[in-house]
């Protein structure tokens, strides 16, 4: 079995900037918002089981 890379570079315009700059900004406020949910979880009942990655 081969595997290959490839290597690019991509040079978006203003809106397309824009818009991966809101894509990330997105992206992060779901992860900060799944993550407090955890942690609140995990402070109301200590107990309790938690999924890992490999469950």
Request: net charge positive.
């Amino acid at each position: 079995m081969v595997l290959k890379g490839l290597k690019l570079r991509i040079y978006p315009d203003k809106e397309q900037k824009l818009k991966i700059k809101l894509n990330f900004g997105y992206n992060r406020f779901v992860w900060n918002q799944m993550l407090n949910m955890m942690i609140e979880r995990y402070h109301n009942n200590p107990d309790s089981s938690f999924l890992n990655a490999f469950a």
